[in-house]
């Protein structure tokens, strides 16, 4: 069928298994209740896929209105773990996949919210494909721009969201904001995954507490011969970082760090070698824009080779 942003193209639509597998959604909180209570009761309220559990792993919240808000939450579809240690999100995503029923596992963010009812339909008819490893979809700003259109190595150091900062009704590069597609990785934000392939890899590394543990888990899987793939049919609003905050003290600006480190380590060469991004393009900026002096040219030219040389070419 046209896809609807881009006639000029298709959308392949693959049929969901029969019959239809349970999905776990995976949603580390620790107070503000204000996002969390909006993230759930948009999956509870809006979602149309008929099997589904929610995990919430409660890391420490202290606030009543928290508290009472998971009392009052349907036991019969939301599950509640608690978790006294300190923050680490890919330990207490791998907590909540232990806990799981679900043949299919989906991660998310406590600042996530629902837009579309049919979101888990559509992910969940690629995460289920055999060829298929990580599922990731559309994110948007509160304010109507995009948040993750799929994560594109090397920019930045180590990776950055595609399409990041484009409104609503643009296509694009090459209408890839518009289009489903493989991306060497994609956004824990919203994650969807079998969970014998969660599993085959490990799990999330707890290393990597707070930032790239998604990165590394996508191209693990990667690795392991599965497909990555973003989808755009899957809309949701991305309040992104409200709960946790941002990287602006020394404790938190050395932990980065220290995540950056790990990943330039284990993932450096191919962090400069993204198949779903042209080595024409720059890794300085996420907009698309051609790499000066091209990288191509830096790639493949002798390892003495200086930038200020290529540029003088």
Sequence with gaps: MPAPEVLSHN????????????????????????????????ILGKSTYPHFEIIIIDNGSVESETIDFL????KDQVKILRDELPFNFSRLNNLGVREARGEIICLMNNDMEVIEGGWLEEMVAFAARQEIGCVGNRLWYPDGTIQHAGVVLGIGGVASHSHKGYYKGHAGYFSRAVLHQSYSAVTAACLVVRRQVFEQVGGLDEELAVAFNDVDFCLRVRDAGYRNLWTPYADMIHHESASRGLDDNPVKRARFKKEVDIMHARWGEALQNDPAYSPNLTLWHDDFSLAWPPRIELLTAPSNTSVEELAQR
């Design 11 to 42: 959308r392949v639509r693959f049929a969901l298994p029969d019959p239809l597998p349970i999905v776990s959604i995976i949603i580390p909180t620790r107070d503000r209740v204000d996002l969390l209570a909006k993230c759930v009761n948009s």
């Design 71 to 74: 009392k009052g939450l349907p």
